[in-house]
């Protein structure tokens, strides 16, 4: 009999209800006792929606970010917020945001606007768009078991008749993902973690526990002997007694971990056989005749309906070799997908019917595990209807555009280069712009406040005429533009009052992209995206900001950016066809916006920024895959910046990324201006400029925009310092780490007042 279970499930809700109530409880709105009770109506209610399966994730639940769970679970929490007193939930969210309810953090309005400590660093879950809690590791870092969270969702399983199946990350990837603040070994720490896993291990045995899913996806990466090492000693002191071992991996192959895997002292193995179907046949060959294999064969990064029955064909001779020790699953926690196709009432039809959300990825799964254990008649109505579906989607004349294709093959080399290089730029437009050292600016985006969002929704709704709308648009791009003037600011934005996202708003302006109204995907804590859904080949119509930064540069003598995404961020935001190749679709989009950027510069634009935030979260976990990757990449960046004249100046904006590794691709894209988030780093991330020459100008982040702690002047001062040791002064922009949508103006002004008053101290001091 084949078993069933799932390795995690989106834990927001189908509506944002753990959103809005986390929100609710930040700004001293609500209770502590109701969010905890929110939380727990949440796990109840994906619980029951994963009934029918064999085991069920407990544990993938969390309030913030899982890692930061497993840290607490731990005992490890950063020395900064070991004093604080009170419920340890509320210290929680001080490691996480930097403060947490006003009532928590000893005072309420503007006496506790100023309090907080310094957010914990957030960086990607390896390839995705999820953002995690970075623990901090020291040389004299300790672990001490606190059970009572994972327990507490265990009996509430329990209670409920869940088959629960605790779900952990596993002690070497945890480490993997950390940082060391003071320069010393994680490895040398693993002597001191491994025992309080080992007792974590024995309460989950005392609390009737069977199986334990311990997630180590970092085998997907290449490791060294050390790190190999360190994975043959976890699992060999974790081995004796205690529950049966799970061990999933997910995002990539095992390849040359495959032995290494295959030979662990534990019960089963989760591979992604989405990534890995390649690797599983020789995986077979190196697995002992005990262990399970569980193999993830659902995809869960992405929204398309699996083609059942080439899956069936590919699992059924599996399924009689191994026998009962096969498990089938989902690729990865389904924390990446949205909830419920079922609550879209809006989404196109055509495209609706090609689609899977969480719920239905679990009847998917179902639907195989039913024909692998009774015979595909059992389940023939179900792989008729999927097959006609995927039949539907390849004959619609929606998904290709010969005009489109044929653009793509006239990619030239030259699109990609610009006419001078970067020093004969930087001339023409330094004395075009007349900035002065330490240019300040923002990244793009202004508060979207209640009456700009409640704006949208009538005028979506058809409560609001269009004119109307334009009208109170055009009214918030004015205050972002005042405000920015009052403040001193030398590169102003437009505040992108009219966007709905970064990526959504212009998806909805190309063919090619569909939308739905509930696909929320969780980014961090509260922060959801609603990715839009490439499903056709890409084509812009018409203009698509044109007439907003015409209007806002109208407003102001100062020089205002044109703000565009760019085509890999739109890309790796996006959920995409997985038809073609990825490359294919990113360069029909790096088209669309060469077309858009070259609008911009006819219209008297004189920045354009193009945010490629995404570029690195879509390189492979793999180095070795990565010049592939890298090179069409940077190409599509280049395509869509380089059309322009030498006195345009290009600027682009990269999220929380790691830079070493791959600042010499970031340097081959060429833009004059770069701007990346340093704040929570404590400018750790321009350590790559000390081996690396990077000849262009760069803004390092100031002002850590995550967290609603307002940075005081005298700190951003200390780290444009830093950045000064690594890049010459002349060569640096103040700005904030991102765009401030999700801040509030009463955060927002003292903020970037602070920064100014730090750029004048700076250019003072010479």
């Avoid at 949440?42 to 544990?59: F, I, T």
Wanted: glycine share 8%; proline share 5%; net charge negative.
């Amino acid at each position: 009999m084949t078993t069933l279970h799932n390795l995690g499930f989106p834990r927001i809700g189908a509506q944002r209800e753990l959103k809005f109530a986390l929100e609710s409880y930040w700004r001293g709105e609500s209770s502590r006792d109701a969010l905890k009770a929110l939380g727990a109506q949440l796990r109840q209610r994906h619980w029951q929606n994963q009934a029918g399966l064999d085991w069920v994730p407990v544990g993938d639940f969390a309030f913030y970010d899982q890692v930061l769970d497993m840290s607490f679970t731990l005992g490890h929490l950063p020395g900064r917020v070991q004093g604080f007193e009170g419920d340890a939930l509320d210290n929680y969210f001080r490691v996480a945001r930097g403060r947490s309810a006003p009532a928590a953090d000893g005072g309420a309005g503007a006496s506790a606007c100023c309090s907080g400590v310094a957010a914990g660093e957030m960086t990607k879950w390896f390839d995705t768009n999820y953002h995690y809690i970075v623990p901090e590791f020291t040389a004299d870092t300790t672990f001490r078991l606190d059970a009572s969270r994972l327990l507490e969702q265990l009996a509430e399983a329990r209670a409920q008749g869940v088959a629960a199946k605790p779900v952990l990350i596993g002690p070497v990837t945890y480490l993997a993902i950390g940082k060391s603040k003071d320069g010393s070994d994680r490895l040398a720490l693993l002597p001191r973690l491994l025992p309080v896993y080992a007792q974590l291990l024995d309460a989950l045995v005392a609390n009737g526990v069977e199986w334990v899913q311990i997630d180590e996806p970092i085998l997907c990466t290449e490791l060294d002997a050390d790190w190999q090492h360190a994975f043959n000693a976890a699992y060999h002191h974790l081995k004796s007694a205690r529950p049966k071992l799970l061990v999933a991996t997910y995002f990539g192959q095992l390849q040359d971990n495959a032995y290494l895997a295959a030979n662990l002292p534990v019960a089963g193995l989760h591979v992604d056989a989405v990534n890995d179907r390649d690797g599983v046949l020789p995986l077979l060959n190196l697995l002992p005749a005990h262990k399970v294999l569980s193999l993830g064969v659902i995809n869960g990064r992405n929204i398309w309906k699996t083609d059942l029955v080439a899956v069936l064909d590919w699992l059924e001779p599996l399924a009689q070799r191994l026998g009962d020790r096969l498990w089938i699953a989902p690729s990865c926690s389904l924390l990446h997908v949205p909830v419920d196709l079922e609550s879209e009432r809006q989404l196109d039809a055509e495209v609706k019917s090609w689609l899977a959300f969480a719920l239905q990825k679990l009847e998917e799964l179902r639907v195989l595990g039913r024909a692998l254990r009774e015979g595909r008649g059992a389940v023939a109505a179900e792989l008729r209807a999927n097959q006609s579906a995927l039949a539907a989607r390849r004959a619609s004349p929606r998904v290709n555009n010969p005009a489109v294709q044929a653009a793509v093959a006239g990619i030239g080399a030259g699109m990609g280069r610009r006419a001078s290089a970067y020093a004969q730029r930087a001339a023409t437009q330094s004395a075009r712009l007349q900035l002065p050292r330490y240019p300040t600016t923002t990244i793009g985006s202004f508060p979207q406040t209640a009456e700009i969002r409640r704006a949208r929704s009538d005028h979506k709704a058809g409560r609001l005429d269009e004119a109307a709308y334009q009208a109170l648009m055009r009214a918030e791009i004015e205050r972002s533009v005042r405000e920015q003037e009052a403040l001193g600011l030398d590169v102003l934005v437009h505040g992108e009052a009219e966007r709905n996202d970064m990526v959504e708003y212009f998806g909805e302006q190309f063919e090619g992209y569909a939308f739905s109204q509930s696909g929320w995907v969780q980014s961090y804590g509260s922060r959801c995206v609603k990715p839009p859904i490439l499903f056709g080949d890409v084509r812009r119509p018409r203009a698509m900001t044109v007439d907003w930064i015409a209007y806002a540069q109208a407003l102001t003598d100062k020089p205002m950016k044109g703000m565009l995404t760019g085509p890999v961020t739109l890309l790796n935001w996006s959920f995409v066809r997985d038809d073609q190749p990825r490359a294919a679709s990113c360069r029909q989009l790096a088209l669309a916006i060469r077309e858009e950027v070259l609008d911009l510069e006819r219209a008297g634009v004189k920045i354009i920024q193009i945010d490629e935030a995404a570029l690195r979260e879509g390189l492979p976990l793999r180095r070795s895959q990565w010049a592939d990757y890298l090179g069409w990449a940077v190409e599509s960046f280049r395509i869509a910046a380089n059309g322009v004249r030498d006195e345009t100046q290009i600027h682009t904006h990269m999220c929380y990324s790691e830079f070493n590794d791959i600042i010499a691709s970031i340097a081959d894209m060429d833009a004059d201006v770069i701007t990346i988030e340093t704040a929570r780093s404590d400018m750790e991330l321009l350590d790559a400029f000390e081996s690396f020459d990077y000849p262009n100008q760069i803004g390092p982040g100031v002002y850590d925009i995550h967290s609603p702690n307002i940075p005081a002047q005298d700190r951003m001062v200390q780290l444009m310092r830093k950045a000064a040791e690594r890049v010459p002064a002349e060569r640096l922009w103040v700005n904030p780490d991102c765009g401030l949508k999700t801040r509030q103006w009463a955060e927002v002004i003292p903020a970037l007042g602070n920064m100014v008053a730090a750029a004048r101290t700076l250019r003072a001091q010479g």
